[in-house]
Each structure stands twice: as C-alpha cells, then as structure tokens.
C-alpha cells in the first residue's frame, strides 16, 4: 500500500485548512473524490479506531499485531484498486507538509510487502505497535464526548455531518481556536508548542509539590511523562491547549 498513514494525514490537513479557509468548492471536490471509494473509507477509520485500541495483555496485543501483518500480507482485490487510488491522491497531494506519524508510520511498514531488506524495519514496526496498544489511553470523559475538530474533521465529513459539527458543536471561541490552529505555519506551531510545554509542566510541578494526595501526585506524574512524549503537531497543540485550561 502507498504510505496510506502519510496519505490520511495530508488528506485530514487538506480537509481541514481548505474548510478555515472557506474554500467549500475544494473540501467538496476532495471529500467526493473519497467517498467514491469504500476500501480508502474503511481504511481511514480503520487508522483512526487504532489510535486508541487498548491490549491489558501484551500477548494478545502481540497477536493481534500479527493478525495486521497477515491481513496486509493477503492478496486481495480490491488492494490493487487502493494502491491505484492512493497513488492518485499521493500525487494530488505532495505539496502538503505534514509532521510524522510514529503510529501510522509503524502500520505503513507493516503494509509493505514481506522481503529480505525491510525484515528489520517490521520487527521494529511490531515492537512499536505492541507498546502503542499495550499504553492505556488517558481519555477524559469531556473529551470523550465531543469532537476534537481537526483531529476528528475528516471522519465526520465521511459521515455526511461536517455541516451540524460545525455548527452546533463549537462555539465562535473555539471556531476562531480552530482556523488559529490551522493557520500555524510550521516554525511557529513548534516554537509555541514549546512554549505551551514548558508552560504546563511549570503547572504541574507546582501542583506536585504543593500536593499531599499521593494518588493525584501519580496521575500528574503520568500527565507529565505524556506532555515530554507529544510530538509536534497541529493536533496534539490543539490537545496541549485544551490540558491547559483545564488545568487552570
């Protein structure tokens, strides 16, 4: 397969800064240019739902990242139609810069085909994706329960109901966050992601110490170690600004 993960993750950029930018004749052109294709839908959520799948047993998460091998590894027919596909909006897509993906970029080596050459590359790829879902996902109920929407934006328009997301989900606070977010160029979004960083582990130490409730002091301390782990991103901005008010 094309480097689906890299592929998803241009396309959910394209999507979303084409939106800020309120050019809906583009988002509409893209968006039908993928709904016409059932296996890159699937696909897509497929990389989405795996973002947060969660193994307690390493062994099952073991056999589990053997099953994906298997399954890339089959020859199927509508792979050839797939790869096509993705070769077509690889190309519409290479002038988008995107950050990478450890995940997607993990499951993009386990998709290529079996070889002498990249034997190393898969068993590393294996190792990341065991750590991946054997890591209890720290999902809090608030966000569980609404979109976060560049990071959502493209699963929501594959359902047909962008229009009511935006609309009736984000207030004209978080609509004006969002094209802000969006509008990042590249040095920026790292310098403030930063920034933001430092910011919040200044607040959780101070919490820390000030703090004499030993199971807070852990979560805390889990919080932590995730904010050092974020990679720059649009998206994990969008995550670190969201911890941030609710730590204020």
Same mark, same amino acid.
């Given at each position: 397969?094309?480097?689906?993960?890299?592929?998803?993750?241009?396309?959910?950029?394209?999507?979303?800064?084409?939106?800020?930018?309120?050019?809906? +004749?583009? *988002?509409?052109?893209?968006?039908?240019?993928?709904?016409? +294709?059932?296996?890159?839908?699937?696909?897509?959520?497929?990389y989405e739902e795996i973002e947060n799948?969660?193994?307690?047993?390493?062994? %099952?998460?073991?056999?589990?990242?053997?099953? =994906? @091998?298997?399954?890339? #590894?089959?020859?199927? #027919?509508?792979?050839?139609?797939?790869?096509?596909?993705?070769?077509? =909006?690889?190309?519409?897509?290479?002038? %988008?810069?995107?950050?990478? +993906?450890?995940?997607?970029? $993990?499951?993009? %080596?386990?998709?290529?085909?079996? $070889?002498l050459s990249n034997i190393e590359k898969?068993?590393?790829? !294996?190792?990341? =994706? *065991?750590?991946?879902?054997?890591?209890?996902?720290? %999902?809090?109920?608030?966000?569980?329960?609404?979109?976060?929407?560049?990071?959502?934006?493209?699963?929501?328009?594959?359902?047909?109901?962008?229009?009511?997301?935006?609309?009736?989900?984000?207030?004209?606070?978080?609509?004006?966050e969002l094209k802000t977010i969006l509008?990042?160029?590249?040095?920026?979004?790292?310098?403030?992601?930063?920034?933001?960083?430092?910011?919040?582990?200044?607040?959780?130490?101070?919490?820390? @110490?000030?703090? !004499?409730?030993?199971?807070?002091?852990?979560?805390?301390?889990?919080?932590?170690?995730?904010?050092?782990?974020?990679?720059?991103?649009?998206?994990?901005?969008?995550?670190?600004?969201?911890?941030?008010? #609710?730590?204020?």
């Amino acid at each position: 397969m094309n480097k689906f993960g890299t592929i998803k993750s241009k396309m959910l950029t394209k999507i979303t800064e084409s939106y800020s930018k309120q050019n809906k +004749n583009e *988002v509409k052109d893209m968006l039908n240019t993928i709904k016409e +294709n059932k296996a890159f839908k699937e696909m897509y959520l497929f990389y989405e739902e795996i973002e947060n799948k969660y193994f307690e047993d390493k062994e %099952i998460a073991k056999l589990y990242v053997e099953g =994906l @091998n298997t399954y890339f #590894g089959q020859p199927m #027919g509508n792979w050839n139609d797939l790869n096509v596909f993705c070769e077509s =909006l690889h190309n519409r897509l290479s002038d %988008i810069e995107i950050e990478t +993906n450890e995940l997607y970029e $993990s499951l993009d %080596i386990l998709s290529e085909k079996d $070889s002498l050459s990249n034997i190393e590359k898969k068993v590393i790829a !294996k190792k990341k =994706l *065991v750590e991946h879902l054997t890591t209890k996902k720290d %999902i809090n109920e608030s966000q569980e329960t609404k979109f976060v929407a560049n990071e959502n934006l493209l699963h929501a328009v594959l359902a047909n109901n962008f229009n009511v997301l935006y609309t009736n989900t984000l207030s004209e606070e978080q609509k004006v966050e969002l094209k802000t977010i969006l509008d990042l160029s590249s040095e920026d979004l790292k310098n403030k992601t930063s920034e933001l960083k430092e910011s919040i582990l200044n607040q959780i130490g101070e919490i820390i @110490n000030e703090s !004499k409730d030993s199971e807070m002091v852990t979560k805390l301390s889990k919080v932590k170690d995730e904010v050092l782990k974020k990679e720059t991103s649009k998206i994990n901005y969008y995550r670190l600004t969201e911890l941030k008010n #609710g730590l204020n």
